[in-house]
């Protein structure tokens, strides 16, 4: 398989990181999403992003502008119709999700692979929602994407070899490390990190420690980049609290039973970092 052309869909935090390296690594690549303004800002981030990289030397300014150009913006999902791959990075919800695969099933060509940045969503559901089962692939990267080297790879119930092999040689031309896994509620990543996150945040809420305690005691004593109620804060409690949803769901065990005190943020709308306030203050 031949992949050149990519589509993005959700110009977020992830979807933005995911075009910015695909468009770093030499693909042609529509960034999608709802409004202009989102599309804006998107884009307002992978050129601050590129610049900074010019700033410290690793790229140069010719490479900046050939990753520029190389993307291209669309508020219309039909510009689907001439691409190899779509990687879809628009919000945690199995009925968005599959709406937008129901779709881009009728509009990508026959040969192109529908791929999904979920965090933890079902790969086989979402592949069930198309006529093309086996072209359907779980791609989870990892935020932020231009820094973190993991790229997930979930093969769907129906997913080929030869897709799954398409995906992986693709994830290491972005310069990215490819990790095989299965179908099962968070993967691995999210399987493992969730319940920590879960459970630190159940620290706090029991009065054990202060968040600045919690965090410190992780940073500096199991040397994590970042304590885990600031990688919550960073993550977005709303996904966190989703993640763990489909945890409980997928499992039906108790001990991924999110804890009553991220519902109760999430409710308030303190959802970390992108809403100003989440277990830190933003401003
Ligand atoms: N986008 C692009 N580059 C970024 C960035 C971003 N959002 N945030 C940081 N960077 C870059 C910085 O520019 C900096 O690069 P330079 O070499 O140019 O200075 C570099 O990363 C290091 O950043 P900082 O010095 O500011 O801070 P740091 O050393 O603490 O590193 C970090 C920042 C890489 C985010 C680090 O704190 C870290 O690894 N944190 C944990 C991240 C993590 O666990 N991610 C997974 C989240 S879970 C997930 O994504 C899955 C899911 O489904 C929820």
Redesign the pocket.
């Known amino acids: 398989m031949n992949i050149k052309k990519v589509m993005v869909i959700g110009a977020g935090?992830m979807g933005s990181?995911i075009a910015q390296v695909c468009a770093q690594a030499g693909y042609s690549v529509i960034l999608n999403d709802l409004k202009e303004e989102f599309l804006e800002r998107g884009m307002g981030v992978i050129t601050k992003?590129l610049s900074?990289?010019v700033e410290?030397g690793r790229m140069t300014e010719d490479e900046k502008n050939a990753a520029i150009s190389n993307l291209t913006k669309s508020t219309d999902l039909q510009d689907a119709e001439n691409v190899d791959i779509v990687i879809e990075a628009a919000v945690e919800n199995m009925e968005i999700k599959t709406k937008i695969f129901a779709q881009l099933d009728e509009i990508a060509p026959a040969h192109a692979i529908l791929a999904s940045n979920t965090?933890?969503l079902p790969i086989t559901e979402i592949a069930a929602a198309t006529k093309r089962q086996e072209q359907v692939i779980g791609m989870?990267f990892?935020?932020?994407v231009?820094?973190?080297k993991l790229v997930e790879i979930i093969r769907g119930l129906a997913t080929t070899d030869e897709v799954y092999q398409a995906i992986e040689d693709m994830t290491k031309s972005l310069k990215k490390v490819p990790v095989e896994v299965n179908d099962f509620p968070g993967f691995v990543?999210?399987r493992i990190?969730m319940p920590m996150i879960n459970e630190a945040i159940y620290t706090l809420y029991e009065g054990v420690a202060t968040v600045e305690a919690i965090d410190e005691v992780m940073k500096l004593g199991m040397n994590h980049?970042?304590g885990p109620l600031t990688?919550a804060d960073?993550?977005g409690l709303d996904?966190c609290l989703y993640?763990m949803e489909t945890l409980h769901e997928g499992f039906g065990d108790d001990k991924y039973r999110p804890c009553p005190l991220l519902r109760k943020y999430v409710k308030a709308g303190w959802i970390g970092k992108k809403s100003g306030r989440g277990f830190y203050s933003y401003s």
Request: hydrophobic share 35%.
């Open positions: 935090q990181g992003n900074r990289s410290k965090s933890s989870h990892m935020n932020p231009p820094v973190m990543s999210n990190l980049p970042m990688l960073f993550i996904t993640i």
